[in-house]
């Protein structure tokens, strides 16, 4: 077998922009023939990847995935170059594996997966980002796909008792209350929670609206204007978008009450294709 050197191996990454490991193993398996690794990289599609991989993949989908018990979910962003790729269902069922695989394995290496739906597809694909949601604890999580997959919302529900969360109920309100997220975009589950520095930007625009009034009523008005921005901004406080006359915390409460259950709505992740994070 001849020896492969590091310039062989450098000259068929030029030729082809496949990665170096790639490039190392066909010079390998062409007992180093240059023009037999190429064709070896072109029959795997790894060639053809590399070179879409600086084409734009501004398009996509948002996939989800949640576990038999419902104990833990995930959302995953594929993306592609154009609307139609999107909507092919080949590129559809690559999203959905993806999901379900870094569901049972987080951080596992899929590129090789990734290049063979680029090769069998014809786009550029990338797999952005993906986020658990894993609570800890009597944990329930729930999903919902918008039409389109551009969207999606995982909700968690806990209990600080050890009763099952599972109660029909209790499931079809997640449901509602991840629909109602993706509507809405929330920034955060409560007031408790939105960060500090968002609170200041919003008291410091409040305090220059209500320049000129009297000092007296100064702080009336900036409190009025901050419990505007947390009753439009914290989950809890909003209006139910199917019964504005209940908010979501009004919701919970009520169906918690109706099943007999401790219920809290613990976390959630909104995910939106294209969307700077």
Known sequence: M?????????????????????????????????????????????????KKAGRDAGEGIISQNISGDRSKGILVEVNCETDFVAKNDDFIGFASEVASILLETPGIDLEAKRTEQVAK?????????????????????????????????????????????????????????????????????????VPADLVAKEKDIATAQAEGKPPQAIDKIVNGKLDKYFSTSCLLEQPFVKNPDQSIGELVQSVAQESGLSLKVDQFIRFQVGEEV
Do not use: F, W
Request: overall charge negative; charged content about 25%.
């Open 121 to 193: 597809i014809g786009e550029n694909i990338r797999i952005s980002r993906s986020q658990v949601l894993d609570p800890s604890g009597n944990g329930l999580v729930e999903s919902y796909v918008h039409t389109g997959s551009k969207v999606a919302v995982l909700v968690s529900l806990t209990s600080d008792s050890t009763e099952d969360l599972k109660d029909d109920a209790v499931i079809a309100m997640a449901k509602d209350i991840c629909m109602h997220i993706a509507a809405t975009s929330p920034v955060c589950v409560s007031r408790d929670d």
């Open 2 to 50: 001849s020896t492969i050197s590091k310039e062989d191996v450098l000259s068929l990454r030029e030729k082809t922009g496949a990665g170096l490991i790639d490039c190392k193993r066909a010079l390998a398996d062409s007992n180093g023939d240059l023009e037999e690794a190429i064709s070896i990289l072109r029959k795997k599609g790894v060639a053809s990847a590399a």
